[in-house]
């Protein structure tokens, strides 16, 4: 069993071989100009601070043998997965399937919709394409971590109160064990990042903990 004492608000405890590595939506599609992030109106620039940490934990957590997934947010072709409510809401400068500098918008098999170069999967990661912000709704994710035996989730990725936070929500109500690594989760708006860190955590842990990648680098083997 490793432990990090540091955790909020009390030390987190995994075992190596029932916890997996999480990273939620590192998508150029968020994290490079041009992709949906940017359509939204946001700031790409406040998400990229995740990448060299998350890259430095991806390391460390391949090397001590960790099961690694990784998910994708985006929708197949013709749309047929992407309900009206997400298509149509808000004003954005181009919509979701709309041809971008990217290709098109979120969409499933284009550029923008893939993992940025810094932390492509390795061979044999699973990479999870969900339709929704919740890593668990309609996908195979849960049936693919009970059949690994995996309980415990170290949570990374973008954004930290949309599906950084919906996935954490799913996990925890589905009895996973929740660390959420707050230099390797980013958000558009700063404040969001602090509430969103302090709502998982408050409550006697209410959701989850939080701690830093570096706490985690320091115990894995
Ligand atoms: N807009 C925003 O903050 N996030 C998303 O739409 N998706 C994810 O968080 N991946």
Not at 25 to 49: I, T
Not at 118 to 123: D, G, K, N, Q, R
Request: glycine letters at 10%; one cysteine or more; charged letters at 20%.
């Amino acid at each position: 069993m490793l432990t990090i004492a540091a955790a909020r608000p009390a030390a987190y405890s995994f075992d190596l071989s029932t916890t997996a590595l999480l990273v939620i939506d590192m998508q150029r599609d968020f994290l490079e100009p041009g992709g949906f992030g940017a359509s939204l109106g946001n700031d790409v620039e406040q998400l990229r601070r995740t990448i060299t940490p998350l890259a430095a934990l991806l390391a460390g957590a391949r090397a001590a043998g960790l099961t690694v997934v990784h998910t994708r947010e985006g929708h197949l072709p013709d749309l047929s997965d992407c309900p009206p409510a997400k298509l149509h809401r808000g004003a954005p400068s181009l919509r979701i399937g709309d041809a971008g500098p990217n290709g098109r918008i979120l969409i499933r098999g284009e550029y923008g919709h893939d993992i940025v170069d810094e932390l492509a999967p390795l061979p044999g990661e699973p990479v999870i394409d969900k339709p929704g912000k919740g890593a668990f709704y309609a996908t195979g994710l849960d049936a693919l971590l009970t059949e690994r035996n995996i309980h415990s989730l170290l949570v990374t990725g973008v954004t930290t109160e949309v599906c950084v936070h919906t996935t954490v929500r799913e996990a925890n109500d589905r009895g996973y064990e929740c660390l959420v690594l707050a230099d390797c989760v980013g958000s558009y708006f700063p404040e969001f990042q602090r509430v969103g860190l302090d709502m998982i955590a408050a409550q006697g842990g209410i959701f989850g903990w939080v701690a830093e990648s570096t706490d985690v680098l320091a115990v894995l083997p």
